[in-house]
T-cell receptor, first 115, second 113 residues
Framework: AQTVTQSQPEMSVQEAETVTLSCTYDTSESDYYLFWYKQPPSRQMILVIRQEAYKQQNATENRFSVNFQKAAKSFSLKISDSQLGDAAMYFCAYRTGDSNYQLIWGAGTKLIIKP | KAGVTQTPRYLIKTRGQQVTLSCSPISGHRSVSWYQQTPGQGLQFLFEYFSETQRNKGNFPGRFSGRQFSNSRSEMNVSTLELGDSALYLC????????????FGQGTRLTVV
C-alpha cells in the first residue's frame, strides 16, 4: 500500500524568506502523480503544484517549486519570497497513474508566516 | 466557471440519525470523490464515482454510501451516525482521467452530538 509522510507538523518562516516543506512517499508503482495542496482557514483545498512521476524536470509555479527525487521517493515544496497569504496547512498527496482517482494524503504541515 | 459546490456547509446531527451531503462538480467534470478529514485520522478517501458508477472505495464501514446522478452531482449518505463521524467532508471533482487534477469544494462540517 502506498503511504505519504510529512515529518514536519509545523514550520515558520519570516515574510519574504524561503521555506522548504518535506514529503516522502512509498510506492511500488512506476506511474503516479504527486501534489501539494494548500488548505487555508477557509478549509477549501487548493492545488499548489503537481508533478508527474515520468517527468524528470521539477515542476514550478511562480514562487512555488518542487524538488522531486524519484529514487529517494522524496517530494519537497519550496516557497520563495513567502507572503502572509501563504499561511495555511500544506498537504502532500499521491495518486496512482491509473484511472481510479484516489488521493493518499500526508498528515500536513502548518506553515506560519512571521511579519 | 463555477467551482465545486458542497451543501450544506454546516450540519449538526444526533447520534443514530442519518445524513445526506451533496456535491455539485465543476461543469463537464465526470468524476467526484469524497474524503473525510478529522484531526485524529487526517484525510481519508471514502469513494469515487465516475459516470454514475462507483469506481473506487476506501476502507469505511457500510454505513457510508454514495451515489452519482446523470448530471454528475453526487451525494453521500451516512446512516446510524456515531460521534466519531464528526468531521469535515470534502468533495473533489475532476475530468476523471488519469492525467487530470482534482478541484475541491469548501466542505461540509458535520458535528454529531
Amino acid at each position: 500500500a502506498q503511504t505519504v509522510t510529512q515529518s514536519q507538523p509545523e514550520m515558520s518562516v519570516q515574510e519574504a524568506e524561503t521555506v522548504t516543506l518535506s514529503c516522502t512517499y512509498d510506492t511500488s508503482e512506476s506511474d503516479y502523480y504527486l501534489f501539494w495542496y494548500k488548505q487555508p482557514p477557509s478549509r477549501q483545498m487548493i492545488l499548489v503544484i503537481r508533478q508527474e512521476a515520468y517527468k524528470q524536470q521539477n515542476a514550478t509555479e511562480n514562487r512555488f517549486s518542487v524538488n522531486f527525487q524519484k529514487a529517494a521517493k522524496s517530494f519537497s515544496l519550496k516557497i520563495s519570497d513567502s507572503q502572509l497569504g501563504d499561511a495555511a496547512m500544506y498537504f502532500c498527496a499521491y495518486r496512482t497513474g491509473d484511472s481510479n482517482y484516489q488521493l493518499i494524503w500526508g498528515a500536513g504541515t502548518k506553515l506560519i508566516i512571521k511579519p | 466557471k463555477a467551482g465545486v459546490t458542497q451543501t450544506p456547509r454546516y450540519l449538526i446531527k444526533t447520534r443514530g440519525q442519518q445524513v445526506t451531503l451533496s456535491c455539485s462538480p465543476i461543469s463537464g467534470h465526470r468524476s467526484v470523490s469524497w474524503y473525510q478529514q478529522t484531526p485524529g485520522q487526517g484525510l481519508q478517501f471514502l469513494f469515487e464515482y465516475f459516470s454514475e458508477t462507483q469506481r473506487n472505495k476506501g476502507n469505511f464501514p457500510g454505513r457510508f454510501s454514495g451515489r452519482q446522478f446523470s448530471n454528475s452531482r453526487s451525494e453521500m449518505n451516512v446512516s446510524t451516525l456515531e460521534l466519531g463521524d464528526s468531521a469535515l467532508y470534502l468533495c473533489a471533482s475532476s475530468l476523471g482521467f488519469s492525467s487530470t487534477e482534482a478541484f475541491f469544494g469548501q466542505g461540509t462540517r458535520l458535528t454529531v452530538v
